[in-house]
């Protein structure tokens, strides 16, 4: 499964992208978020608790309790700035 | 029906002759033209300008997600013609960003479905602007009143 972070999160993270192999006990995006801060202090720090972000599965954005069944890209990524 | 995201500068004038096309049932056309706003950062005493701004995307869920916001205003108002174009890259003070256009019958109709496009684009699509100031890069940080605004158009 592809990872991507935008915006500082990739700064922080220090990848754009990353392919992982899903723990077969990862079944959500909030289980991903904790199983993903144990790779690397970037990690930790960009996805950490209390920072603001959010996520997309298959580029629909999606809540933290989402299922990854299925899924092929999760983005991480800070509330949006368009406009 | 049309969603655009482009490093591209846009032409309003054929972009409107283009969406309008001689369709005779357009009795309004409400038009947002969103630009680069010369901004000042506030660092003690110094005050300093912010003239340029690098808009990064997510290629495909942007488009997607724009999508999503034409096809819900469709949904809720009875539209003949819409159109988002959205710029990425870098862009400097005065820049064209962003193009909403709404044809309608009627004008409340476009006018209030223009304003929810530009209410949910700037909540709903993946857009992040990075400023280049003086003291180096950093992130615009989301506005709670872009939040409310959004709200505004909650499920009746």
Redesign the interface.
Known sequence: MKVRYFAWMKRTVGVAEEEIVLPADVRTVGELVEWLRTRSSGHAEALAAGAAFGAAVDQRTATFDVRLAGASEVAFFPPFTGG | MTVRVQEADFDVGAELERLTNGNRRIGGLVVFV?LVREMHLRDGLHRERIEALT????P??TE??LEDIETEARRRWTLEATLIV?RHGRLEAGDR??LVAVGSPHRDAAFEACEFL?DW??????????EETPVGEK?????EG?DAAAARWAKK
């Open positions: 969103g808009l990064e995307h997510y495909g869920m997607k997600a959205h960003i962003v530009v684009l700037k909540t709903k699509a993946p857009f992040w602007k990075l992130w615009v940080e989301a506005h872009d």
